[in-house]
């Protein structure tokens, strides 16, 4: 991992520069978010007309149509810019089902984007994650663990409270909740855009090494979901099952990385980076971890 953060990234992938960069608060599972692209792109390369707003807030509230219709209907009304679809996705995404929550919520995100775009002179950047976040913050889940799975000490807990805290805090960022286990912690914040995440974790790690160095250097880091202790025991195991859950197909990786950061670089279990991610844009080539989208 490097110092570079997810704005610089941003701009260099992109080539040119943002005025502004929005966290949308809802997080979204990434599977879903996959989807729904591919269903949007697919409607965009059939060149079809956009069917008229009335009829797709039918299909929206007719119990008879399908699922999939009503897929199709919010995806038709976050692409038409009007202000009056996005009323009907914002009105539609506060009563319907459940199975379609997480698409009601992208199809309003998208919409407000364009509406906002159409409406501004700034180009913005919308980041949508697993995990949402908070204005120009993006949430993150952590998992500290200890070396040879040594359960920690009251005084350890103590000290690494504040230390967790303190590297949080020192980098403009809020820890929303902090929890032990026997021989590991999970951190859930809000990092700042222009922030590595890194850089919290190496402030945390060489903190602690001057009370007896008993943290890893492994480090578990993500903006896609909280997991569970389950699931959290199992990466530590670099267990195959839960490393085969994780996966996504080729190029539509999910943001799980594993940081080394005694050797600045990620572990060899990290699938999901790709170094030609900065063949066309990065001289040095440096290591970054998988921007959330």
Known sequence: MTNKNLKQF??????????????FEEGIDVSVQIKYEKASIEFIDKDEEIRPLKELETILNNHEKSI??????LIELSMSGDVKAYRIIEKYKNVCD?????????????SRAHIEHELSNDDKIYISSGLGGSGNKLRYFFVLTTNNKEKFTDFQKNLLTKEIKFSIDKNDSIAE???FYDYFVSILCLVPLQISPDTI??????ETKEFGNFLSDEIIATNTEVFSEE???????????????????KNEDINLDFFNLEGNELDDTDDDFDDDDFDDFDDDDDDFFDPPF
Do not use: C
């Open 10 to 23: 941003l701009e260099k992938k992109l080539h040119k520069s943002f005025s502004d960069f929005l966290v």
């Open 68 to 73: 999939e219709d009503k897929k199709n209907a």
């Open 98 to 110: 459940n199975q379609l929550k997480s698409w009601a919520i992208l199809a309003f995100q998208k």
């Open 177 to 179: 909740k902090i929890t």
């Open 201 to 206: 974790l190496s402030g945390i790690l060489n």
């Open 231 to 249: 699931k959290i025991i199992k990466l530590i195991d670099h267990d195959p099952e839960i490393q085969n859950e994780l996966s996504l197909p």
